[in-house]
């Protein structure tokens, strides 16, 4: 059973079962078709909506620094390093100026984005800590730059997190 609580920014959905709950959405439109012909449908309509990024080369250097701060190895496992490099192979811009580009061209002025959030870590069943904050902020920002309505999707136990991280980035959160 899906439990939805709503916000007048931002709706956090808790779900026992995500696949469910994806299945849910994803059958939800009359048109309903399988994922990968979804994506393209997707992509054709959307294609020639995002905007062409030009950048000085403050952006640029704005957006290097940010692209270094994400991809900090922590854990010292030497993946991310690795994984950045081949994502960012062929592209001339940042990727976060890519993806912000990206996501400010095909997000409608008062249109609906879905962000999801909440992995618990097996076997203590402990969520994550900078999801609910991440997604918080992401979805503050979507909210200022385009007028957006975010859509959160979490597990059951990240419920009241995502709120307090919603309503911690001045989002109000509907019960």
Known sequence: MLNRQRSEHADV???DNLRSASRQVACAGRNAVSPRHRVERFRRTRAHRRPRLVLTAHQR???????????IEITG???????????????ETPL????????????????????????PTYPWFVG?????????????????AVGARPVIVTDPDNVEICAAALRGAGLLVRS
Not at 61 to 71: A, M, Y
Not at 100 to 107: E, I, K, N, Q, R
Not at 108 to 119: C, H, I, Q
């Open 13 to 15: 959905y808790a779900n």
């Open 61 to 71: 250097s704005i957006g290097e620094g940010i692209d270094r701060l994400v991809n």
């Open 77 to 91: 496992r030497g993946v991310i390093g690795e994984l950045y490099a081949a994502a960012r192979r062929g592209r």
């Open 96 to 119: 976060c100026l890519d993806a912000a580009s990206t996501l400010l061209g095909l997000v409608r002025k008062g249109g609906a984005v879905v962000l999801a959030t909440g992995l």
């Open 128 to 144: 994550e800590q900078d999801g609910p904050v991440g997604t918080a902020t992401l979805a503050r920002a979507l909210v200022l």
